[in-house]
């Protein structure tokens, strides 16, 4: 499967961004679908997952009640709304894709098999 993401931005704090991960190839429907971040000289971190097979949502604590990802499986596209946003948010953010995670592993980054290109994220104070 291969991903595209997209929706970054600048933006003020207390802003919103919307950011989108559409895939092509692959059975969509089956698929974990996570966003992750990376900070400049921070590792890349979790912010939230979207398990196609469960139809569960996953959030990192501090973007809980900010950040809502949903899926459009008719457009193999996965949303993550961001709200409140903060300059803490600041990074490249990512999508990834894997078909076979457990529910303990959808927050760890080497468990994925497919990545988008980064979506650069900026939040001015």
């Known amino acids: 499967v291969q991903l595209q993401a997209s929706g970054g931005g600048l933006v003020q704090a207390g802003g919103s961004l919307r950011l989108s991960c559409t895939a092509s190839g692959g059975s969509f429907r089956r698929y974990t679908i996570g966003w992750f971040r990376q900070a400049p000289g921070k590792e890349r971190e979790f912010v939230a997952a979207?398990?196609?097979?469960?139809?569960?949502?996953h959030y990192l604590d501090s973007v809980k009640g900010r950040f809502t990802i949903s899926r459009d499986n008719a457009k193999n596209t996965v949303y993550l709304q961001m709200d409140s946003l903060r300059p803490e948010d600041t990074g490249v953010y990512f999508c990834?894709?894997?078909?076979?995670?457990?529910?303990?592993?959808?927050?760890?980054?080497?468990?994925?098999?497919?990545w988008g290109q980064g979506t650069q994220v900026t939040v001015s104070s």
């Open positions: 979207h398990r196609g097979s469960a139809m569960t949502t």
């Open positions: 990834a894709a894997d078909d076979r995670l457990i529910q303990s592993s959808i927050r760890v980054p080497g468990q994925y098999d497919h």
